[in-house]
T-cell receptor, first 114, second 113 residues
């Protein structure tokens, strides 16, 4: 059983919809991450939170809005997305406040934008 | 800018044969190096890392990786592949003192029975 849980596992939405992806980690970690995975492309780092503060915002369009209410939960709010935003969105966590490279990933939320 | 190259899209190998997945990187300084594996419909799992010291590092599931500083490479190896090793393998680089773990595009490994 993974220590990082993502919901929903699959999401289909229209371009005018508003939806949210949720991530919860049960590992007591201090940092959480959102990555975007598209086929045959490197994983793209989107956001990093350390102790609930955003420490990285990797030039992500404003239609993606992260929220980290506490160190165990991370959300990605989605609004007026484009078809090219269809991808697997991965949440990860790590123990320390600095990234040591050993991340614990959830199973991902597969997003399809129609 | 840091970059990670995994030149092959897919690696096919017969069961029982040696497996090699290639990775080269372009990062200043002496970065930390990692391999992750992704099984179908799963998230990424950490396999192994190189920090310093011995150029050959051993990881989970019988995998090892060899660091070559002059070639800026960190190839993943397994002496005898199993069908269950079929998965997507990602190389990653973390510059020292930096929060950005950069991944390659991944290599699909197919082990043929």
């Amino acid at each position: 059983e993974t220590g990082v849980t993502q919901t929903p596992r699959h999401l289909v939405m229209g371009m005018t919809n508003k939806k949210s992806l949720k991530c919860e980690q049960h590992l007591g970690h201090n940092a959480m991450y959102w990555y975007k995975q598209s086929a045959k492309k490197p994983l793209e780092l989107m956001f990093v939170y350390s102790l609930e503060e955003r420490v990285e915002n990797n030039s992500v369009p404003s239609r993606f809005s992260p929220e980290c209410p506490n160190s165990s939960h991370l959300f990605l709010h989605l609004h007026t997305l484009q078809p090219e935003d269809s991808a697997l969105y991965l949440c990860a966590s790590s123990p320390g406040t600095m990234n040591t490279g050993e991340l614990f990933f959830g199973e991902g939320s597969r997003l399809t934008v129609l | 800018a840091q970059s990670v190259a995994q030149p092959e899209d897919q690696v096919n190998v017969a069961e029982g044969n040696p497996l090699t997945v290639k990775c080269t990187y372009s990062v200043s300084g002496n970065p930390y190096l990692f391999w992750y594996v992704q099984y179908p419909n799963r998230g990424l799992q950490f396999l192994l890392k190189y920090i310093t010291g011995d150029n050959l590092v051993k990881g989970s599931y019988g995998f090892e990786a060899e660091f070559n500083k002059s070639q800026t490479s960190f190839h993943l190896k397994k002496p005898s592949a199993l069908v269950s090793d079929s998965a997507l393998y990602f190389c990653a680089v973390l510059p020292r003192g930096n929060n950005r773990l950069a991944f390659g595009k991944g290599n699909q490994v197919v082990v043929i029975p």
